[in-house]
């Protein structure tokens, strides 16, 4: 058979758990096969990060086998199946009936795995591997298609984007980590699609940016939702201009391999105003932490851009911060603009290096207790005074608790003359 061919390479040890469940469910005589993305990383020579489970077996009969399992999505054939401490889906062959919100079909079929691979996304995401005869079985032309390095729907581009308007998003995600350009008719399907990403939940648009921004093909990622159409219809008000555009593409782009999706989000909102973040970050389902991070960073983006400037307590009051390391990066990205970058980059790490781990963030030599033994009452005078204090303490002014009782004494005879 022309779309059965031979796994090129031996499997990983981490698809032995997959293995394992295709064996068992083989064994009670069910047709059973790995899919989706873990093929297609095998075939480009990469280690996939999961190993996805198709079966011809319904929801209740995987559910009868194994132990544990969680009902997952069991409406649309999908269990979570327990193997060496890992969780493997499990995902019966479906057609899927009608889509009428762009998300979800109102009804799934249970059906062989030619028709299951037809209902998918893109072609290199389409195709099965059978474990035991190490044989891919390719429906969709996924293989000439990676060969081709090339993402293109299955089937016809509009009907696959009428039904899941995330798959525009997906279609980027995918071009932007495999470094494949987009078939034109696909793209053009996307294109044309662009403004149903608007009716797409919040938080599946932040599971995919998530998903683009943590990984180093960020700045393609960046490019190719510019170059389909989708940058306005990533969250209510989104927009950027032409120059904004680019300066966020040149930053993207000098980040590190590995960096938070925060900082990503802060570059992409540096104009931006706390309000107009608040907002956003609601409206992408963002968590609280998540958004703290990326207000502080967008906060004090420019904070380092002259390493001098800040006083000592300034700059350990910025490494006291989780976010301080994307600063850092950011920073970096930064300087990248000046002719002197590298003379400022090795003053700021200069400074850095200068400053001892546990002087940093110290516990303060005057505390509460001791302005109130003095009849310094909480309020604002109170806070201004322990400030005050701290920040001579960070500034290694004041260097022991003898010298911070003594500056509290000036200090209120200067208040109380």
């Known amino acids: 058979m022309d779309n059965v061919f031979?796994?090129?390479?031996d499997l990983p040890a981490a698809a032995e758990p997959a293995t394992e469940i295709v064996r068992q469910l083989r064994a009670a005589g069910h047709q059973t096969l790995l899919a989706g993305g873990c093929v297609r990383d095998l075939l480009l020579g990469q280690t996939p990060e999961d190993f996805d489970v198709a079966t011809a077996a319904l929801p209740e009969q995987v559910s009868a086998l194994f132990r544990p399992t969680r009902q997952v999505g069991a409406q649309f054939g999908v269990v979570l199946v327990k193997r060496r401490r890992r969780w493997i889906e499990v995902a019966t062959f479906r057609t899927d009936g009608p889509y009428l919100d762009g998300r979800r079909p109102v009804q799934v079929t249970p059906t062989d795995a030619r028709h299951d691979a037809l209902r998918r996304d893109f072609t290199v995401n389409g195709m099965f591997l059978d474990p035991l005869a190490r044989q891919v079985i390719d429906y969709v032309g996924g293989r000439a298609d990676l060969e081709a390095r090339v993402i293109r729907a299955i089937g016809e581009p509009v009907a696959r984007f009428d039904e899941d308007y995330l798959r525009l998003l997906r279609a980027v995600?995918?071009?932007?980590?495999?470094?494949?350009?987009?078939?034109p008719a696909t793209l053009a399907a996307i294109r044309s699609h662009a403004p149903t990403l608007a009716q797409v939940a919040a938080e599946r648009v932040r599971e995919e940016l998530e998903r683009m921004f943590l990984h180093p093909a960020r700045q393609r990622a960046w490019g190719w939702l510019g170059d389909c159409g989708l940058l306005p219809y990533l969250w209510p008000g989104a927009g950027w201009q032409a120059a904004q555009i680019q300066r966020i593409d040149t930053l993207l782009g000098r980040l590190p391999a590995e960096a938070p999706f925060?900082?990503?989000m802060a570059i992409l909102l540096a104009d931006r105003t706390p309000d107009d973040i608040e907002r956003i970050a609601r409206d992408l389902t963002l968590s609280n932490e998540q958004r703290e991070m990326t207000m502080w960073l967008v906060a004090h983006q420019v904070d380092l851009d002259e390493p001098a400037r800040p006083s000592l307590a300034e700059?350990?009051?910025?490494?006291?911060?989780?976010a301080f390391a994307a600063l850092h990066r950011l920073t970096a990205a930064r300087y990248e603009d000046r002719p002197?970058?590298?003379v400022r980059r090795n003053g700021l790490d200069a400074?850095?290096?200068?400053?001892?781990p546990d002087t940093v963030q110290p516990e303060p030599f005057v505390r509460g207790d001791d302005l109130l033994q003095r009849g310094v009452a909480p309020g604002p005078a109170y806070k201004e005074i322990l400030d005050a204090l701290y920040t001579r303490q960070l500034d290694e002014v004041i260097r022991s608790r003898d010298e911070a009782l003594a500056a509290l004494e000036a200090l209120l005879k200067e208040r109380n003359p």
């Open 173 to 183: 995600r995918f071009a932007a980590r495999l470094g494949f350009p987009i078939e």
């Open 6 to 9: 031979p796994l090129p390479r």
């Open 315 to 322: 700059l350990k009051r910025l490494m006291a911060q989780p």
């Open 351 to 356: 400074r850095l290096r200068s400053i001892a």
């Open 340 to 342: 002197d970058a590298d």
């Open 262 to 264: 925060e900082l990503t």
